[in-house]
């Protein structure tokens, strides 16, 4: 097999970086439909596609999503060969680029190997401890008033659009500051349909597309941070916004304006989305177990705090029950069900030659439903996740966050973020389905309830 060799920092994403169709066509498959492929299958039903693809064609095979022919790769093994290379074979930035190069094109996932190592490391600095409890006393406050407001309106509620909102309050509160003006509200709607174009089937910003609008939001908020980058330099506010206009490279430079920009652009979008799509199946899980439901609140008023008082940092890590529970629910419904890459050269696996520019899929989704790994895959079991139970299971058997250089900055932030959630929800309320209710859900490419999630809230005590 030849090697070719190609130099991923020169070649430019598109089409001269992609593999030839025809040089996948060994490697079975099945590439449906002309032009659209098997996008709508996926968007019908990806774990179900994914699943009986991979039963009739192997754990490597060939499909085409979105305009492109591509080769899945499944299982704990070939994620774990994919996301901790350390050989350079596999580029992030041109895995992603079709999804995310227009809106976010130098966000930290958008960037490979050194200099995505040396952006992580200057980024990371909003993610130490000091700065994660002055999230955690945002999120606090905020959760804590959401909270509150439900329960002074107990009854039947749409979930989704409530979860997605108070998500979004608690990103620009702890992200952006304290700032509540009418600016803040022009950054939210700008990011809003970021995300809304990032995922849009129609790619071309043609007049009234979500491209379109996404692309008008990127602007409003290159010219919203732009103007707010010096100001924050000289305050010492404690947001991530103002710590990242503090950070400085290894070399001592200041990040650019313009890679402030990006990098905020990115996270807020990362934040976003993940969260509201795992902290409304974490409530779902929670109203079809009520046993779990149960002995989650017995765990959160056992922290022995007052609905006033705040959650301190350090009673974080005794939260262990509702950890299990929000991971459980991350394995059934993996807010990134598929993570993108593009091979920068030849390699083979599975026994197959597979080429650079090949678009490469791993599915965490199809993982984390895989038999091998997990006993009755489709049942809500939190006791998956105790230590004893975890130590025989493959380290890739489970990656909602992903793995290797890029695994998610924001980790540790989304279980705070969860834990606060669990904190005053279950402090203040109870959370049922109507008997025979049977909600769908829309799995990729972020999984979410298509009809909102209809829940009836209760009032604790
Ligand atoms: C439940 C919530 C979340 C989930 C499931 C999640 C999932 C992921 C996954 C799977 C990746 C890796 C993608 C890849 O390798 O291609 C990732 C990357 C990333 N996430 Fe998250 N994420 C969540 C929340 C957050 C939050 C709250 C933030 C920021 C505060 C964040 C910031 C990032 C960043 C910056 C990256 C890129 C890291 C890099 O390229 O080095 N995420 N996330």
């Not at 009739?56 to 499944?74: N, S």
Request: glycine letters at 8%.
């Amino acid at each position: 097999m030849s090697m070719q060799i190609l130099d991923v920092a020169d070649a430019a994403p598109g089409p001269a970086f992609r593999a030839g169709r025809h040089a996948l066509a060994h490697i079975p498959g099945n590439e449906g439909w002309p032009l659209i492929g098997r996008t709508l299958n996926i968007l019908a039903d990806p774990k179900g596609e994914v699943e009986r693809m991979a039963a009739k064609y192997g754990l490597v095979h060939r499909t085409r999503v979105l305009g492109e022919t591509g080769i899945a790769l499944l299982g704990p093994e070939a994620n774990e060969f994919v996301l901790c290379d350390q050989t350079k074979l596999f580029s992030s930035t041109h895995g992603w680029s079709v999804l995310l190069d227009r809106l976010f094109p130098r966000g930290l996932l958008l960037l490979d190997f050194e200099e995505h190592r040396l952006h992580r490391r200057t980024i990371s600095v909003a993610f130490k401890a000091e700065a994660m409890k002055s999230y955690l006393a945002t999120l606090d406050a905020g959760i804590a008033a959401q909270a509150a407001r439900w329960r002074s309106q107990p009854g039947p509620m749409l979930l989704y659009p409530a979860v997605k909102q108070m998500t979004f309050d608690l990103a620009a509160a702890s992200f952006l500051g304290p700032d509540t003006g009418r600016q803040i509200n022009d950054v939210k709607r700008a990011i809003s349909d970021m995300v809304e174009a990032a995922l849009a089937p129609i790619r071309k910003p043609w007049p009234g597309t979500k491209m379109a609008r996404g692309l008008k939001g990127r602007a409003h908020i290159i010219g919203y941070f732009s103007r707010e980058v010096s100001r924050r330099r000289s305050l010492n506010g404690e947001d991530l916004f103002s710590q990242l206009c503090r950070a400085t490279h290894e070399n001592g430079d200041l990040l650019s304006t313009q890679e402030i920009i990006d990098h905020m652009g990115f996270l807020m979008t990362a934040a976003y989305e993940t969260l509201t799509s795992s902290l409304t199946t974490f409530v779902y899980f929670l109203a079809v177990n009520p046993q779990w439901q149960a002995a989650l609140r017995d765990e959160v008023v056992s922290l022995g705090l007052s609905p006033e008082q705040p959650l301190p940092y350090e009673k974080l890590a005794s939260l262990t029950q509702v950890e299990m529970a929000f991971k459980e629910a991350m394995r059934l419904k993996p807010p990134v069900p598929s993570i993108a890459r593009r091979a920068t050269r030849d390699f083979a696996l599975g026994g197959y030659a597979i080429p650079a520019g090949t678009l490469i899929g791993l599915n965490p989704l199809y993982t984390h439903h895989m038999a091998d790994h997990w006993a009755e895959p489709e049942r809500f079991d939190p006791m998956r996740f105790t230590d004893a139970a975890q130590r025989g299971r493959h380290r890739y058997a489970y990656l909602p966050f992903g793995g290797g250089a890029h695994m998610c900055l924001g980790l540790h932030f989304a279980y705070m973020q969860a834990k606060c959630f669990a904190r005053h929800f279950l402090q203040n309320l109870t959370v049922s389905l109507e008997p025979g209710y049977r909600p769908v859900w829309q799995m990729w490419p972020i999984p979410k309830p298509k009809d909102g999630l209809r829940v009836n809230l209760g009032r604790v005590g």
